[in-house]
């Protein structure tokens, strides 16, 4: 079975039916609830203003963790929590997606944990996560930590310790719920912008003098097609708000007298060539006072970051700033004060904002954990849900759709989400596989490779069109591992409409492979244009509009 994503189909249902349940925004929170949503047999929407994980959701750590430095402050249910989702993802639900990580984490004298410390949090750690022994950590002692990583300060360096987490591609994780969401009957569009409610008063109750005021509920958004043009009233029981940054704006919409809910803070990555950052594995890195910045090698890049800095501009438009990269470049220079990097060396950069909730009227379960998800509901019915993580998706979509199923007089379900894979880790349709396993056997080696990374069990209906067109098994561009058959899939049955939607979320090319996403941005809009039926105009356009971006995340604003 391909994909069946198809946005004029969706467009039109939004037109023509009414839905049990609208989802506003598809970053990961939105794409899940989504999903749970219609497996759970609720007539679905999922409106999203950009691409799928446009904002917060493709500029993460992708790490899907416990989050270890939230142990110190005693949060242990959040870790807990993400601990059991992290193995979820790994083991059954997206281990196509879903990759280990041994992280070296090395004892400064004075700054953050001390080894005792350390060791004590590792251990609970791996006890909530269940770690086979294998994958137990280690406490190493100052000259183990120095053979492992020689590039690291021997100043103050008291021993450390590896331990295992995991980290993932974040877009195309947020991807397969939205894909998912689709297999299961929900009706999903990309650049569809909610820019309004319409508000329905309850008949029955007569707005007497000195008596309760009428109920008044939400019953259609008003939804604009970005591609199209035109607007329509998308009818539904229920809307929920999964706008990440933008989750006042839309509570505005409905009540214009809201209080803030969200207080936003900036998280920078930076990328570097692994030949000009050379080290040996990942590491756990801490400023002076002892906030942690993770250094993450894969293939000839290393991602590094993050920062936590309040932002108050415009969320369209965030980019990582001189200060931001001084910061990362300082912390680099006192733990690794070997490797010299300025910042001409920065490869690529990428910016995010956390939607960390602040206490304020309206919020239903006040939080005390400033990265846990706080779910807020508008006297007119409009469900909020600001803040979680990437790694607690799946059960912050299980909390929100309980809700939603009890609001909606639907008899309480075993959350189908607990169990089923996304659809990268479940077998394909026989029907869809005759034929297609010899297409990836006959697409050579290394492409079916890449398809198999990035697709999982899919990666045939992705190889069925390089087994059409040989030359589309071809990568992109040397050194780049995509190739041509994505781009075609990626039009076809991931609904990318632009060349940034295929290189920063479909494959994650800007920060996995930065340079050599410059060099295969040409055969990439070649072939959208021939798929989208660009003219050479629009071709150029495309092109020049990826280079300015490309430009933007290398040189600071
Ligand atoms: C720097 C940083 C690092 C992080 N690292 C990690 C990590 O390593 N591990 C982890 O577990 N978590 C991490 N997180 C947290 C995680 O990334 C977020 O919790 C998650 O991505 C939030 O997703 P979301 O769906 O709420 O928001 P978003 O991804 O921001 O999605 C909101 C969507 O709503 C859309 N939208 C807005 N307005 C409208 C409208 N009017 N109509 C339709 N759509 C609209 C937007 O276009 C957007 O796509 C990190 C966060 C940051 C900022």
Request: charged share 25%; hydrophobic share 40%.
């Amino acid at each position: 079975m391909g994909s069946t994503l198809n946005r004029e189909t969706s467009l039109a249902r939004f037109r023509d039916e009414e839905f049990d349940l609208a989802v506003i925004g598809a970053g990961i929170n939105g794409a899940a609830a989504a999903r749970d949503a219609a497996m759970r047999g609720l007539k679905v929407a999922l409106i999203e203003r950009g691409d799928f994980a446009s904002a917060t959701s493709s500029r993460s750590s992708k790490l899907i963790h416990g989050g270890f430095r939230y142990l110190p402050q005693g949060q242990f249910r959040l870790v807990y929590t993400a601990l059991r989702e992290r193995e979820r993802l790994r083991r059954v639900t997206a281990p196509h997606l879903v990759r280990p990580i041994q992280f070296l984490f090395p004892v400064y004298r004075g700054r953050g944990f001390n080894r005792f410390t350390m060791s004590i949090g590792l251990t609970l750690y791996d006890l909530f996560a269940r770690t086979p022994w294998a994958e137990w950590h280690s406490s190493l002692n100052s000259a183990r930590v120095r053979e492992t990583e020689p590039a690291l300060s021997r100043e103050g360096l008291r021993g450390g310790a590896t331990y295992y987490d995991a980290w993932a591609d974040d877009a195309r994780i947020t991807f397969e719920n939205v894909l998912d969401a689709d297999l299961h009957g929900a009706a999903v569009a990309n650049y569809a912008s909610v820019e309004g409610f319409v508000k329905t008063t309850e008949k029955s109750v007569e707005p007497l003098k000195g008596s309760t005021p009428p109920t008044v509920s939400i019953s259609a958004a008003l939804v604009r097609d970005l591609i199209g043009g035109g607007t329509c009233e998308l009818r539904a029981k229920k809307f929920l708000n999964a706008t990440g940054p933008w989750v006042d704006e839309i509570r505005r919409m409905d009540d214009p007298a809201s209080r803030p809910s969200v207080r936003l803070t900036k998280g920078v990555h930076l990328v570097f060539a692994r030949t000009m950052l050379p080290v040996r594995q990942a590491l756990v890195l801490g400023d002076e006072d002892g906030r942690i910045v993770f250094v993450m090698p894969h293939d000839r890049y290393v991602l590094v970051g993050t920062t936590d800095t309040d932002f108050s501009g415009d969320p369209a438009n965030v980019t990582a700033d001189r200060a931001d990269i001084e910061y990362l470049l300082g912390v680099m220079a006192e733990s690794l004060p070997g490797i010299k990097l300025t910042i001409a060396d920065v490869a690529s950069s990428f910016a995010g904002l956390r939607a960390l909730v602040t206490a304020g009227e309206g919020i239903e379960a006040p939080s005390k954990v400033p990265r846990e998800e706080v779910i807020l509901e508008s006297r007119a019915g409009l469900i909020t849900v600001a803040g979680g993580k990437l790694t607690t998706h799946r059960e912050i979509a299980q909390k929100l759709v309980d809700r939603v199923m009890n609001e909606l007089g639907k008899p309480a379900t075993l959350c189908p989400t607990l169990a089923t894979p996304l659809p990268g880790a479940r077998p394909l349709d026989r029907e869809a596989t005759t034929g297609d396993a010899a297409s990836i056997r006959s697409i050579g080696r290394d492409a079916a490779e890449i398809l198999r990374a990035r697709y999982g069990t899919r990666a045939p209906i992705v190889a069925r069109f390089a087994a059409e067109r040989p030359e589309l098994a071809a990568p992109l561009a040397r050194g780049c591992p995509a190739i041509g058959a994505e781009v075609v899939h990626a039009v076809r049955n991931e609904m990318a409409h632009s060349l940034h939607d295929f290189l920063i979320r479909r494959t994650s090319l800007t920060w996995r492979y930065p340079v050599e996403a410059d060099s295969a941005a040409p055969a990439v809009a070649k072939i959208m244009a021939a798929e989208l039926g660009w003219d050479s105009s629009r071709e150029e356009q495309e092109l020049a509009s990826f280079k300015r971006e490309q430009a933007r995340r290398r040189v600071p604003a």
